[in-house]
């Protein structure tokens, strides 16, 4: 897969039907929370999203006389989602493209990131993985991660797994 700078999988997040039609009215809401992790911050960012991704926004469609609120992941009915693994996921320009080995999108939306390691190296563990997704992946390409509920990391024998900018120590 490969997405640009501002397409983290809005346009099919919004797009398959799940909002009765009405995810145009919704995509530019969504963009603006992505856009806004450059003077915002990639945490901030990340709370904005989570609320939409809960269900705790509302938007003023065209025509109803008040806001209703945005259903982007079924709760109820999780069987209503549509969820996707994809390996080997390209992101960003040209230029600054990264790669991410796992990626899991629910409804268009890449909530966790994985990266993997050789389990044949003696000196190459899960943090080596850990160290890229937050100190590469999550500064140069940070919206990518707007709508990331967790990262994880592993060599094929130890696995850990946290939010966005955080990462612990082996100790």
Request: charged share 25%; proline share 7%.
């Amino acid at each position: 897969m490969d997405f640009g700078p501002a397409e983290v999988g809005l346009d099919e997040a919004v797009g398959d039907g799940r909002l009765n039609g009405r995810g145009l009215e919704v995509l530019p809401a969504l963009r603006a929370v992505v856009l806004s992790v450059v003077e915002n911050g990639l945490v901030a960012a990340n709370e904005r999203m989570m609320n939409w991704l809960r269900g705790r926004e509302a938007v003023r469609f065209v025509g109803e006389p008040a806001p209703l609120p945005v259903k982007l992941i079924d709760f109820d009915n999780p069987r209503a989602n549509k969820l996707v693994v994809s390996r080997e996921v390209w992101f960003g320009p040209p230029a600054e493209r990264r790669r991410y080995d796992l990626v899991l999108w629910v409804n268009g939306f890449p909530l966790a990131v994985g990266e993997t390691k050789t389990p044949t190296k003696q000196s190459v563990s899960w943090l080596n993985a850990a160290r890229d997704i937050h100190n590469t992946y999550e500064v140069e390409q940070p919206g990518f991660f707007v709508a990331n509920v967790l990262n994880f990391a592993t060599e094929g024998k130890e696995f850990r797994y946290g939010p966005v900018r955080v990462i612990r120590s082996s100790g």
